[in-house]
C-alpha cells in the first residue's frame, strides 16, 4: 500500500512539473505576442508622426512662399485629422515650439432640442505644454541626451526640469468635483461655482448629485450643466478645459478614474482653500507649472483566453494596483515577468504594483521608496514576503509586468485597482501592467520638486525628529 502511495506521489509531482513548464510556455508566448504588438504600435506610432511633420513641412513652405492661406491649411489640417480620426477628436504632439499641443476639439453630439447656440461647434480651449529651466521657457528640448563623440559615451546636460502650461485660447468649460458629505467643501463649492460664473463668465459643470445640492440651495444656480448617465462621462474631455477638486488625494483620484483617456488639467484645492480667487485667477491667466502624474494600464487576461487580446475592461490606476490573498490563510502565489524575462515567484500576503505617483501611498508602507512623482518608472513592491531577501523594486517605465497565478497554487488571488474593483484570479488567470499613454496633469503650487518634498514633510513628517543639544563633549580641535 505504501508503494502505491509513493507511486501516486510521484505520478502528482510529475504531473504538477508539466503543468508548470506548459504554463510558464504559454506565459512566455503571450509576453512574446505583447512585445512583437508593442512593436508594432511604435512603428505605426512612428510613421504617422513623420507624415505628420511631412505635411506640416509642406505647409509652411508654402505659407513662406505665400501660395496658401494659413487659416485655410489650419482648417483643412484639422478637418483632415478629424476625419482620420472618427471624427471624434484630435490630439497631436508638437515638437517644434513644446512637448505637446492640444488641438481644436469639435463636439459632434445632435440634440433636437437644444438650442442655436449648442448646435454650433463647441470649441476647447487649446494650450501648449512647454519644457522651462529656472522660470524661463525653453522652445527646444534636448532630446539627445547621449552623445557619442570619438567614441566616448557621455550624457548632456537636461534643457528642462519642470514642465509649464500655457493657454493659447481662453479656457471655456470648467468641471468641478467635491468631496462628498462635507459641509465646508458645500459652502467653497457654493462661492466657487457663483464666482466663476459671475465673475469669468465660464460654464460649469458639476456632478448631479452637487447640482442638486445647489438648485435646493437656490434656484438662480440653473446655468449649472451635469450629465445624465455614464455614457456622456466618456465625452467629458471633448467638452471640460480645466478640473477642479474640492477635497483631498482621494477626490483627485476620483477625477482621474472619470476620465479613460485624455485627462484635462487638473486643479486640486484642499479644505481650507480661502484664497481660491487669487489661484484661479492665476490658473486661468497661464502660465501654471504641472506634474504629468503617469497611471498604470491594467488588463485581466483569463485562463479560457486564447491570446491576450481577449481582455476584459482595462482598468486606469492612478496609484497603485494590488494583488492579495484575500480571506485565504494561504501564502499567496504569483508568478511574476517582466516582458520576456521572469522576475520572481512571489510568496508571501501579495505584491502591491505602483506607479511614482503612488510611492507616498501602501506601497511606503510595505516598506517601498518614495520616489518623485515625475521619475517614470513602475514600483515593485512585495507584502510581508515570506523571505527576508525580498526587497523592493523599480522598473522602467516602458516595460510590461505579467503577474499570473500558478496552477499549483493553493487558493486564488485578488487585485484591486486604487482600492476598489476587486477583481478575482484563479488558477492561469494574468495580470498584464503597463505604462498608460494618458497622463494625469496636476497643478502645482509652486512647481513639482517643491511641492512634493513639502507635500513629505508636512503630510508624512519625514525624518522629523529632535535636534541633538548643541551642548556636551565634542572632538578636540586637532
Not at 528642462?160 to 467653497?188: A, F, G
Not at 478640473?243 to 477625477?255: F, N, S
Not at 484563479?426 to 512634493?452: E, I, K
Request: glycine content about 4%; hydrophobic content about 35%.
Amino acid at each position: 500500500m505504501d508503494e502505491h502511495l509513493i507511486e501516486f506521489s510521484e505520478a502528482l509531482r510529475t504531473v504538477a512539473k508539466a503543468l508548470r513548464r506548459a504554463a510558464e510556455g504559454k506565459a512566455s508566448a503571450q509576453a512574446e505576442a505583447a512585445e512583437w504588438k508593442r512593436r508594432y504600435e511604435l512603428e505605426r506610432t512612428r510613421n504617422i508622426q513623420m507624415e505628420r511633420k511631412a505635411r506640416m513641412a509642406e505647409q509652411f513652405s508654402a505659407e513662406k512662399n505665400g501660395d496658401i492661406d494659413c487659416e485655410r491649411v489650419k482648417n483643412s489640417d484639422n478637418q483632415s485629422m478629424l476625419q482620420n480620426e472618427s471624427n471624434e477628436y484630435s490630439e497631436t504632439g508638437c515638437m517644434k515650439h513644446g512637448i505637446w499641443s492640444h488641438e481644436v476639439l469639435r463636439d459632434r453630439e445632435s440634440d433636437s432640442n437644444s438650442n442655436a447656440d449648442r448646435n454650433k461647434i463647441m470649441r476647447k480651449a487649446s494650450f501648449k505644454l512647454s519644457w522651462w529651466c529656472n522660470g524661463e521657457n525653453g522652445d527646444q528640448h534636448k532630446h539627445d541626451i547621449v552623445s557619442f563623440e570619438r567614441g566616448n559615451i557621455t550624457t548632456a546636460e537636461r534643457s528642462s526640469k519642470q514642465i509649464s502650461l500655457k493657454w493659447e485660447s481662453d479656457p471655456q468649460t470648467v468641471l468641478i468635483l467635491t468631496k462628498p458629505n462635507s459641509v465646508s467643501v458645500r459652502i467653497l463649492c457654493v462661492q466657487m461655482v457663483r464666482w466663476l460664473r459671475e465673475r469669468k463668465k465660464l460654464n460649469v459643470y458639476v456632478e448631479p448629485r452637487v447640482k442638486v445640492e445647489l438648485v435646493a440651495e437656490s434656484s438662480n444656480f440653473s446655468y449649472v450643466q451635469t450629465w445624465k448617465d455614464d455614457s456622456e462621462i466618456s465625452h467629458l474631455h471633448m467638452k471640460v478645459d480645466l478640473v477642479i477638486t474640492l477635497g483631498g488625494d482621494g477626490t483627485v483620484l476620483w477625477a482621474a478614474s472619470m476620465f479613460k483617456g485624455p485627462v484635462p488639467p487638473i486643479v486640486p484645492f484642499s479644505l481650507d482653500s480661502e484664497h481660491f480667487k487669487d489661484c484661479l485667477d492665476s490658473v486661468l491667466r497661464g502660465p501654471i507649472s504641472i506634474t504629468l502624474r503617469h497611471r498604470l494600464l491594467c488588463r485581466v487576461v483569463r485562463d479560457a483566453a486564447k491570446n491576450e487580446y481577449e481582455t476584459e475592461e482595462p482598468f486606469l490606476v492612478l496609484n497603485e494596483v494590488t494583488i492579495d490573498r484575500g480571506i485565504s490563510s494561504y501564502l499567496t502565489n504569483l508568478e511574476c515577468y517582466c516582458d520576456n524575462s521572469f522576475v520572481t515567484c512571489v510568496q508571501g500576503d501579495g505584491l502591491i504594483l505602483s506607479t511614482t505617483s503612488g510611492s507616498t501611498a501602501y506601497s511606503l508602507a510595505a516598506g517601498g521608496s518614495m520616489v518623485h512623482p515625475q521619475v517614470p518608472g513602475i514600483l515593485f513592491t512585495p507584502i510581508c514576503p515570506h523571505s527576508l531577501s525580498f526587497r523592493p523594486l523599480i522598473l522602467p517605465e516602458h516595460v510590461t509586468v505579467r503577474i499570473m497565478v500558478p496552477f499549483n497554487s493553493r487558493s486564488p488571488a485578488w487585485a484591486s485597482f486604487d482600492g476598489k474593483d476587486r477583481k478575482l484570479l484563479a488558477a492561469g488567470d494574468a495580470l498584464l501592467c503597463s505604462m498608460a499613454p494618458w497622463p494625469v496633469p496636476t497643478a502645482c503650487q509652486v512647481d513639482s520638486t517643491n511641492d512634493f518634498l513639502r507635500s513629505i514633510h508636512d503630510g508624512l513628517h519625514w525624518n522629523l525628529r529632535k535636534t541633538q543639544s548643541f551642548d556636551g563633549p565634542r572632538d578636540r580641535d586637532l
